[in-house]
T-cell receptor
Framework: AQTVTQSQPEMSVQEAETVTLSCTYD???????LFWYKQPPSRQMILVIR??????QNATENRFSVNFQKAAKSFSLKISDSQLGDAAMYFC???????????????FGKGTLLTVNP | KAGVTQTPRYLIKTRGQQVTLSCSPI?????VSWYQQTPGQGLQFLFE???????NKGNFPGRFSGRQFSNSRSEMNVSTLELGDSALYLC?????????????FGEGSWLTVV
């Protein structure tokens, strides 16, 4: 079974600084997708960024970028110019790309609580 | 375009009762999935429906069930509630036009079992 591990339960960063959240995953599949979701106190899961495993280029969305190391099964999230509104729980998630039952679900890590200090 | 809508947002039930939660997916999305979030177990997949058919089910007891209607709206039901069922239940939808479709979440339904 696929597993997703986030080894940092909590992280903090100063406003305007850069922070990197770590995520590793375990899978025997070659076709899959990786996501970072943000869950603020409202508890709604908000998509931050996604990465297709077949793409070598790291995904970027404004201040958010990933470092995808497929061989190492690592998928870290870098937040640049951190803002107070970035404070939230961040979840790394995995989804299979092949057809079949497992394609329809996300497997989540335990999350990293990010605090942004003014 | 409206997002994923879940009702009710908050509810309190007594042990032994049953509960039904509702989810309306994003317009045009035919895949609806449910997740349970607790402090201890984190986010766990419950089940997923597409065109009124359950395609995948997580490792939960039979007390947890769901269904999907022809308009893609979905409900999940938990019977004989236990204290451990207290959780945030998140519904998500996807267009499922290809395997890499992003899954979008609702704001969740908070269930407290007393």
């Amino acid at each position: 079974a696929q597993t997703v591990t986030q080894s940092q339960p909590e992280m903090s960063v100063q406003e305007a600084e850069t922070v990197t959240l770590s995520c590793t995953y375990d899978t025997s599949e070659s076709d899959y997708y990786l996501f970072w979701y943000k869950q603020p106190p409202s508890r709604q899961m908000i998509l931050v960024i996604r990465q297709e495993a077949y793409k070598q280029q790291n995904a970027t969305e404004n201040r958010f970028s990933v470092n995808f190391q497929k061989a190492a099964k690592s998928f870290s999230l870098k937040i640049s110019d951190s803002q107070l509104g970035d404070a939230a729980m961040y979840f790394c998630a995995y989804k299979e790309g092949s057809s079949g039952g497992s394609n329809y679900k996300l497997t989540f890590g335990k999350g990293t609580l990010l605090t942004v200090n003014p | 375009k409206a997002g994923v809508t879940q009702t009710p947002r908050y509810l309190i039930k007594t042990r032994g009762q049953q509960v039904t939660l509702s989810c309306s997916p994003i317009s045009g999305h035919r895949s609806v999935s449910w997740y349970q979030q607790t402090p201890g177990q984190g986010l766990q997949f419950l089940f997923e429906y597409f065109s009124e058919t359950q395609r995948n089910k997580g490792n939960f007891p039979g007390r947890f069930s769901g269904r999907q209607f022809s308009n893609s709206r979905s409900e999940m039901n938990v019977s004989t509630l236990e204290l451990g069922d207290s959780a945030l239940y998140l519904c998500a939808s996807s267009s499922d036009s290809y395997s890499g479709n992003t899954i979008y979440f609702g704001e969740g339904s908070w269930l407290t079992v007393v």
